[in-house]
């Protein structure tokens, strides 16, 4: 079923995905669905910030000839929908499937237990919500705060799915590779590395949105594999507000001009650029 390992020795490659989700969500114990982080006391899920920052990404990676693999919420989607054409908005990239309302599937953040009728028709649910909007079935899922289990891959695999998105996994010995797993998905794991200081950095660049983090970090942690696809993740809301509130637009334009730097010096460096349906379909089928 899988090509043979030779095809992936000596290959660098990256992927710049999108979590397309309730803008600054936040689980709530004791509620399935996410809300957003309280403005005024109100943690009602806002969908405001996800909407400008989409149409700002998809405009910076058009303009770079770059794909994006947009993991689309789908209720998030729903509401974007209802403000700009977003098929026509995320035409040539590739979209796949970031749940219905941004639950936890497991439980962990929440304390709410999901049985596995309710998980199937949460998914079932979302891939039909984004295939009615996008016009594309999604091949790939990513989990709302990256938890997963066996029982949601399993779902995933008997739905057609190809790849799950969730986990990270640190770059060994200069290597960050997928792998099949045994419910027949390949996991396409995010990368975790250290930076100049020694320290611990996820490809997640949420923490340079916020402040906490330079450029030049996740450049760092480019240079750390020389073998495998390395996924770099934002949230589309986390381009014009942090979590302590909404962006000048000076500061939406840093947002911005420092993932278009990220961007340009990877394609310095000669690292290719892929959608993570394409790779599972170019090197595992």
């Known amino acids: 079923?899988?090509?043979a390992s030779i095809y992936f020795q000596f290959m660098r490659l990256a992927a710049i995905t999108i979590d397309v989700d309730r803008d600054v969500n936040m689980p709530l114990p004791g509620r399935r669905e996410a809300g957003s982080a309280p403005r005024d006391g109100n943690d009602t899920p806002r969908f405001a910030s996800?909407?400008?920052?989409?149409?700002?990404?998809?405009?910076?990676?058009?303009?770079?000839?770059?794909?994006?693999?947009?993991?689309?919420?789908?209720?998030?989607?729903?509401?974007?929908?209802?403000?700009v054409n977003i098929r026509n908005m995320l035409r040539g990239h590739e979209i796949a499937s970031h749940g219905h309302s941004h639950e936890d599937l497991?439980?962990?953040?929440?304390?709410?237990?999901?049985?596995?009728?309710?998980?199937?028709?949460?998914?079932?649910?979302?891939?039909?919500?984004?295939?009615?909007?996008?016009g594309q079935f999604p091949k790939g899922?990513?989990?709302?705060?990256?938890?997963?289990d066996n029982t949601v891959l399993e779902l995933l695999a008997e739905r057609g799915y190809l790849y799950d998105s969730s986990i990270t996994n640190s770059i060994t010995n200069g290597?960050?590779?997928?792998?099949?797993?045994?419910?027949?998905?390949?996991e396409i794991p995010l990368a975790k590395g250290v930076d100049?200081?020694?320290?611990?950095?996820?490809?997640?660049?949420?923490?340079?949105?916020?402040?906490?983090r330079q450029p030049g970090d996740y450049l760092d942690l480019l240079d750390q594999y020389d073998d495998g696809l390395l996924v770099l993740a934002t949230h589309s809301w986390h381009i014009v507000e942090t979590f302590t509130g909404p962006l000048s637009r000076s500061l939406i334009d840093s947002n911005l001009d420092n993932?278009?730097?990220?961007?340009?010096?990877?394609?310095?460096?000669?690292?290719?650029?892929?959608t993570l349906d394409k790779y599972v379909e170019k090197f595992y089928y």
């Open 1 to 3: 079923m899988f090509k």
């Open 50 to 83: 996800s909407t400008q920052g989409l149409s700002l990404i998809v405009e910076l990676l058009n303009d770079m000839s770059i794909r994006g693999t947009f993991f689309l919420e789908a209720d998030t989607a729903r509401h974007i929908a209802s403000e």
């Open 106 to 134: 497991t439980g962990k953040k929440t304390g709410v237990f999901i049985d596995i009728a309710e998980k199937a028709n949460i998914i079932d649910k979302a891939s039909q919500i984004i295939q009615e909007l996008t």
């Open 141 to 148: 899922f990513r989990a709302p705060y990256q938890n997963i």
């Open 175 to 186: 290597r960050i590779n997928p792998h099949a797993l045994s419910s027949g998905l390949i």
């Open 196 to 212: 100049a200081n020694g320290k611990s950095i996820h490809s997640y660049l949420w923490p340079m949105h916020e402040g906490k």
């Open 259 to 274: 993932v278009r730097m990220i961007l340009d010096e990877a394609l310095e460096k000669g690292i290719e650029f892929i």
